[in-house]
């Protein structure tokens, strides 16, 4: 068995914007799965999670006076 996973260009510069601006970025997909022939034999939910692991966060406890 074999399959490709297709996205979309706008999807991938939205999550591209997401990732460069937030440093991660969670998205849903629905997959659909077919043969060779383009016969549907399966539709796949998933959720995909991609983090920038070079992006600085903000601290969290920037107003927090010790």
């Not at 629905?30 to 995909?48: F, H, N, P, W, Y």
Request: glycine share 4%; hydrophobic share 30%.
């Amino acid at each position: 068995m074999e399959y490709s996973v297709q996205l979309s260009e706008e999807i991938l510069e939205e999550c591209a914007h997401i990732i460069r601006t937030k440093g991660k970025v969670v998205k849903d997909f629905t997959l659909e799965i077919k043969d060779k022939s383009g016969d549907l034999c399966a539709t796949v939910r998933c959720e995909t999670y991609i983090r920038d692991l070079n992006f600085t966060f903000p601290s969290r406890n920037r107003n927090i006076e010790p």
